[in-house]
């Protein structure tokens, strides 16, 4: 008998064809997320303890492009989506509300156009003057008398830390007097200015050196000295009714220039009588110097301001005019035939009594002289928040125009961009029509 055995596999693994090619699952990419430009960024680095404060962007059409509140610390970075137009040219308005303890209420609003996109501003506090040095206790006191003075308009007495002695006299051309001064304080100082500008238009200084306490000192008017070079300033012929202040004095190399110190050789306020043509003094034997001219009349301010190095010719623009097209903050226009490199218009509406109940608020549109584009309107969520805020009331008030120092760029540039170089003491001349 035979036996055949049969044997079969069950398993379809070893065979080649039972392998079968199925193909990959293939996700759905995820979409990407979109993303975002930055072209303005601005970064607080000011106390905003005791004020609401707002920041604004509007195009060059004046439409809003976004809003917000700020407060110290904020870092803001204001994007469009990728793809979408940037804003290239924008204007940059900043509002502040103050509500004193005084019961005082202030909106102070600022405008800026022409910022490039990409910029990177610093909101940072404003310069400080330099600390004042208080005196030490005086040490005694002396007093000075001068014969045969002509004709004594002016007369200031000064050691470097500032005025001592001011008096103002009539103006009598050729009378002669015998001038007195007495227990003029001593402190730490060595030597005093003495200056007496007389109704003859001369300006002379002596220099008491070392007195004591309790010391006489006399002096003939010819003992003064004439200062080793002027600077004369042409008062405008057709005006008036007019003021006149004046300041210039003269810091020793060790000493920081402020308003306050310094040995002075020009120091009197509103004079509706005053020299003329003015003359400032100065001295070799110094480099740093103070030089400040105020002008002013029923329509308009001249302006000037100089620290550091005396200036070579202070000229107030005569028959100067402007003509305001379009008086609107929204599209202002003006003509004038001033050249000028920056211009500062401010409108502005008040009510109450200063620290009493003073309700103000004042919007100023800093520019180039080539613009006379469109400034965006205030949120209306930022008017309803502030009821007082009365924009459509505001008046237009004055039209300052920077003719020399400073150019609109370099304003931005100090105050937003590099901040460490804002001072206090900021040399400039302008000319301000009033409305």
């Known amino acids: 008998m035979t036996t055949i055995l049969v044997f079969t596999s069950c398993s379809g693994d070893s065979s080649p064809d039972s392998i079968v090619d199925e193909d990959p699952i293939v996700e759905d990419p995820k979409e990407e997320e979109p993303q975002m430009v930055t072209y303005f960024t601005f970064e607080v ?183 080793e070079s002027y600077l004369e300033v042409e008062l405008p012929s057709t005006t008036s009714t007019y003021s006149l202040s004046s300041i210039s004095a003269v810091f020793d190399d060790d000493q920081p220039i402020s308003l306050s110190g310094g040995k002075f050789t020009s120091y009197f306020f509103g004079d509706t009588n005053p020299p003329a043509p003015l003359k400032l003094g100065y001295l070799n034997s110094y480099s740093k110097y103070l030089s400040i001219i105020s002008y002013n009349t029923d329509g308009f301010i001249y302006a000037y301001t100089k620290f550091g190095d005396k200036p070579n010719e202070i000229v107030i623009p005569e028959n100067k005019w402007i003509n305001v097209l379009n008086e609107s903050i929204y599209n202002h226009e003006f003509e004038t035939n001033l050249d000028f490199q920056l211009k500062d218009v401010l409108w502005e509406i008040k009510e109450g009594e200063p620290f009493v109940d003073l309700v103000q608020t004042t919007w100023n549109v800093y520019s180039s002289p080539d613009f006379s584009g469109t400034i965006g309107q205030i949120p209306e969520e930022i008017q309803e928040a502030y009821p007082n805020l009365r924009i459509e009331d505001l008046d237009l008030t004055s039209t300052s125009l920077h003719l020399d120092f400073i150019t609109y760029p370099d304003l931005i540039q100090v105050e937003f961009i590099d901040p460490e170089l804002k001072t206090y003491y900021k040399p400039h001349e302008y000319f301000k029509f009033k409305h």
């Open 45 to 227: 680095l000011d106390s905003t303890a005791d004020t609401d404060d707002w920041i604004m962007i509007h195009d060059e059409n004046g439409n809003l492009l976004d809003f917000k509140q700020f407060e110290f610390d904020d870092t803001f970075d204001f994007e469009v989506m990728e793809g979408e137009i940037q804003p290239n040219n924008f204007t940059i308005t900043l509002f502040s509300y103050t509500n004193s303890i005084e019961g005082e209420m202030l909106h102070t609003i600022k405008s800026y156009p022409n910022i490039s996109s990409g910029s990177h501003w610093k909101y940072t506090l404003g310069p400080g003057a330099n600390d004042y040095v208080p005196r030490n206790p005086s040490t005694g006191s002396f007093n000075v008398t001068v014969a045969n003075v002509v004709s004594p308009k002016y007369q200031w007495i000064s050691d470097k830390q500032g005025i001592l002695v001011a008096t103002s006299g009539p103006d009598l051309p050729g009378f002669t007097s015998t001038e007195s001064h007495e227990n003029i304080q001593l402190y730490d100082n060595p030597d005093f200015f003495y200056t007496i500008y007389d109704s003859s238009n001369d300006l002379k200084y002596y220099v008491i050196e070392n007195p004591t306490d309790g010391e006489e000192i006399t002096l003939d008017y010819s003992d003064f000295k004439s200062f």
